[in-house]
């Protein structure tokens, strides 16, 4: 496997159920991302991690739980979700900018994100 | 924080028409501009960035074009074919993320 792998593709879950989404990058990067993707906002930036180090959080409600216990791993932890929480959720990957070998270039590679549909 | 700014939201060309979408961003501090696209449910992809330190860069068909003093920076596709047709976003990295532009809907007619 190569790239950026996101699992599960597609997940229904109601209010009140727990879940979490998987993402696993094979680019050996040392920066992670998930991103939010919906008609109203296209690709909002929810959180970042450098060198397995949150190093952002967009004003996300904590029923979003990101965890990251390495470089190459990513999750988002999902409880008690709202129907507009239904997007797709894209993970993506890079090296820290300002590290060899991309300089000050913040190349992103996505995954094939998410689909999730809250009821 | 940075804020990105992209126009049209929807353009529709005829095969072999040039396309040019626009962004301007806020941060004078952004000095990297990638656009990405995205077909019909695919993942973004980068087709084309450019630094601060450069006004202008093509690849075969595309080209961006970046005027710093103006803040604003555009995606320019000639000779348009029907697979050119996705989503295009331009994002705008003042220091270790990106800010993605709402996206503009390219169509491309036979």
């Known amino acids: 496997e190569t790239g950026v792998t996101q699992t599960p593709r ?5 209010m009140t159920n727990k879940k979490s989404l998987k993402c696993e990058q094979h680019l050996g990067h040392n920066a992670m991302y998930w991103y939010k993707q919906s008609a109203k906002k296209p690709l909002e930036l929810m959180f970042v991690y450098n060198f397995k180090e949150q190093t952002e959080n ?9 965890e990251c216990p390495n470089s190459s791993h990513l999750f988002l932890h999902l409880h008690t979700l709202q129907p507009e929480d239904s997007a797709l959720y894209l993970c993506a990957s890079s090296q820290v900018p300002g590290t060899f070998p991309s300089g000050a ?13 809250v009821l | 924080g940075e804020n990105v700014e992209q126009h049209p939201s929807t353009l529709s060309v005829q095969e072999g028409d040039s396309a040019v979408i626009k962004c301007t961003y806020s ?10 696209k995205q077909e019909l449910g695919k993942r973004p992809q980068l087709i084309i960035d450019i630094r601060s330190n450069v006004g202008e860069k093509k690849d075969q068909r595309i080209a961006v074009t970046l005027n710093k ?15 050119d047709s996705a989503v295009y976003f331009c994002a705008a990295s003042p220091y270790s993320t990106l800010t993605f532009g709402k996206g503009t809907m390219l169509l491309v007619s036979p």
């Open chain 1, 10 to 14: 597609h997940l229904v879950m109601g």
């Open chain 1, 58 to 66: 967009n004003s996300v409600p904590s029923r979003f739980s990101p």
């Open chain 2, 69 to 83: 003093t103006a803040k604003h920076f555009s995606l320019h596709i000639t000779e348009t074919q029907p697979e």
């Open chain 2, 27 to 36: 941060d004078s501090a952004s000095n990297y501009f990638p656009w990405y």
């Open chain 1, 105 to 117: 270039k913040n190349i992103q590679y996505f995954g094939a994100g998410t689909r999730l549909s």
